[in-house]
């Protein structure tokens, strides 16, 4: 099973300051690799796949890189709707295990 | 409008079964492949079954594989989940949930599952 960690669990920043999230995997996903955004009492919404590129309506605010086993995912100005909870999933090999999740919180 | 409604849910005891449904419209399911994803009451996100499009492939995460079939009906548009010997463990939010394909998924709104005596 490929294991992803998460990081930091928790970050703590202002609107219109840079966040940058980690996710490492414990082999190599090649560019398989989503980001998600989920807010207390809604669904998962999908931000990242494959790893740099962004879903539809994603504002362009949010970026994704990495490969193998390193990713980042940064929001270049927080807005006040970004802070949330962003978890990584890995989709390389059908058992698309998630992150821990990183909380971003004001 | 592209819409997931999972249903099913509810209380059952430890050793029990349910069969949770999943009912797409406004997108052709049989385009996709189909996941299951949990989520205990505040925790994280877990990954627990997949199934392409076809139902050529399948697979389950170690914590419910034995115990948990996926299994889908593209004629009817649904996507089903049969869940046996339930522990507490398997208390959470069940989510359908679509492949990501052109750069969108779909997401349906989570049927509750709780498994207590």
């Known amino acids: 099973e490929i294991v992803l960690t998460q990081s930091p669990a928790t970050l703590s920043l202002s609107p219109g300051e840079r966040a940058t999230l980690s996710c490492r995997a414990s082999q190599s996903v090649s560019n398989h690799l989503a980001w998600y955004q989920q807010k207390p009492g809604q669904t998962p919404r999908l931000l990242m796949y494959p790893a740099s590129s962004r879903a539809t309506g994603v504002p362009a605010r949010f970026s994704g890189s990495g490969s193998e086993t390193d990713f980042t995912l940064t929001i270049s100005s927080l807005e006040p709707e970004d802070f949330a909870v962003y978890y990584c999933?890995?989709?390389?090999?059908?058992?698309?295990?998630f992150g821990q999740g990183t909380k971003l919180e004001i | 409008e592209v819409q997931l409604v999972g249903s099913g849910g509810g209380l059952v005891k430890p050793g029990g079964s349910l069969r949770l449904s999943c009912a797409a419209s406004?997108?052709?399911?049989?385009?996709?492949?189909m996941n299951w994803v949990r989520q205990a009451p505040g925790k994280g996100l877990e990954w627990v079954s997949s199934?392409?499009?076809?139902?050529?492939?399948?697979y389950y995460a170690d914590s419910v594989r034995g115990r948990f079939t996926i299994s889908r009906d593209n004629a009817k548009g649904s996507l089903y989940l049969q869940m046996n010997s339930l522990t507490a463990e398997d208390t959470a939010v069940y989510y359908c949930a679509s492949g990501i394909v052109r750069g969108r998924d779909y997401w349906g709104q989570g049927t509750l599952v709780t498994v207590s005596s």
């Open positions: 406004g997108f052709s399911l049989s385009e996709y492949s």
């Open positions: 999933q890995q989709r390389s090999n059908w058992r698309d295990t």
């Open positions: 199934i392409s499009a076809t139902s050529t492939y399948i």
